[in-house]
């Protein structure tokens, strides 16, 4: 089956240090992958998105390239923020026909919680 | 542009007691999904919808129901609240997936219901 397997938390990091969440996955067909993140008392919001091997997404300074070969999507970023508090999940979407047809029902991972110290 | 949005934010039910929650998109999607969120245990999907008119069960549906009346939105009923039932409900909504594109499903800002 299809699932999504990341480094569990809590992460605390003291602000401008180096950030590294694992994910990887496992699936059958030809996932995207994704990362989201839920600031506190808000929302899931996508954070960046790959589509296929050797994609790399990135947005607000943060990065993930999808590497077929290891099934990981590791989050990275250079220097961390307080602002960058949050948890954070790793997902993938795969058209299949397990759910009455085809679509890309997302599946997440059970997220990991970043705290950043100033 | 508002996006995904969830009717009520916070509430507190009885056990037994029924409710509705209401999820409206203004983006034309053709996918509405409900999940619910956990401590620990990520998001898992309720039920979804392919389209107006249409509902399916996801992977945890026991105890809830929904429906489709209108393409924007996409409603999420409790029959009889449970304690189980306490937890963060999000909704989702996304374009339909075709093959090669990336299906970026965009959420609200969540429903925090609590059962005693």
């Known amino acids: 089956g299809n699932s999504v397997t990341q480094m569990e938390g809590p992460v605390t990091l003291s602000e401008e240090a180096f950030l590294t969440i694992n994910c990887t996955y496992t699936a059958t067909g030809y996932p995207s992958l994704f990362w989201y993140v839920q600031y506190p008392g808000e929302g899931l919001q996508l954070l960046l998105k790959?589509?296929?091997?050797?994609d790399k997404g990135s947005n607000k300074g943060f990065e993930a390239t999808y590497r077929k070969e290891t099934t990981s999507f590791h989050l990275e970023k250079g220097s961390v923020q307080v602002s960058d508090s949050a948890v954070y999940f790793c997902?993938?979407?795969?058209?299949?026909?397990?759910?009455?047809?085809?679509?890309?029902?997302?599946?997440f991972g059970k997220g990991t919680k970043l705290s950043v110290k100033p | 542009n508002a996006g995904v949005t969830q009717t009520p934010k916070f509430r507190v039910l009885k056990t037994g007691q029924s409710m509705t929650l209401l999820c409206a998109q203004d983006m034309n999607h053709e996918y509405m999904y409900w999940y619910r969120q956990d401590p620990g245990m990520g998001l898992r999907l309720i039920h979804y919808?392919?389209?107006?008119?249409?509902?399916a069960k996801g992977e945890v549906p026991d105890g809830y129901n929904v429906s489709r009346l209108k393409k924007q939105n996409f409603l999420l009923g409790l029959e009889s609240a449970a304690p189980s039932q306490t937890s963060v409900y999000f909704c989702?909504?996304?374009?339909?997936?075709?093959?090669?594109?990336?299906?970026?499903?965009?959420f609200g800002e969540g429903s925090w219901l609590t059962v005693v």
């Open positions: 919808s392919v389209g107006e008119g249409t509902t």
């Open positions: 997902a993938l979407s795969v058209l299949s026909q397990n759910y009455g047809g085809s679509q890309g029902n997302l599946i």
């Open positions: 790959a589509t296929k091997a050797d």
């Open positions: 989702a909504s996304s374009y339909s997936s075709r093959p090669g594109t990336g299906n970026t499903i965009y």
